[in-house]
């Protein structure tokens, strides 16, 4: 398996530019409306004061760990299993997938730097949400001014639907994969819409991780041959 690991970097540099490039540029273009929208209108505002109860938040918590993990376990899981079965054919998936990860991580952390999104409050707000401070509104244009953590777009959220969109675009015709997929990406971008981050960079996420996972799914196809 590590003697594969140059996979991870297959046609890298080349799927970066496309990320960036053509109508996929547009879709960065429309992440970035869809939020000064959803910004400016108080939406975040509204969702946040929405959707921070407790009874949600026990089911939307788990989100966090879970986006958190499978990138990393997930993604090692099927590479031994691959490696195991002696499978080149899954090892190209995990390969795929993990470059689908790395990238929705290194994109949605660029976009951070320089954004400096300001986090929603992580306490329950009071009834209404009177006396606590808005903070939907809050970006530190500039760079490295409010770090790579927290902020637009949701990483979470990035690289979860960077995998689903990579495995359905390497395997569109498998349902018993599709939907699945679909369902991870959207628990984990749903999650932490309701506990680490505004409903925005969900959004925005959601849109520049399917973007990713698109072009790196298709740079990969041929290897699935």
Known sequence: MLEAMPELLHRLPRNLLRIFSGRNLWWHALAIFLTVIIVRSDFDWSYYLATRGRGLSRLAWPAVMIGGLVPLLGILALLLAGAAARNRRLIAVGWALGQAALL????????????????????????????????????????????VFWGWPSSHTTIAFAMAACLISLCPKNQKLVWPALLYALYVGLGVSVTIHWFSEFVAGAIIGSVIGTVVGGSFKTKLV
Not at 108 to 118: E, M, P, Q, V, W
Not at 120 to 143: E, I, T, V, Y
Request: hydrophobic content about 35%; charged content about 10%; cysteine-free.
């Open 104 to 147: 929705g991580y290194l994109i949605s952390a660029g976009y951070k730097a320089f954004t400096g999104r300001l986090p929603p409050p992580f306490f329950r707000p009071a009834a209404g949400g009177s006396g606590l401070p808005d903070p939907s509104h809050g970006f530190q244009l500039g760079f490295l001014r409010g770090g």
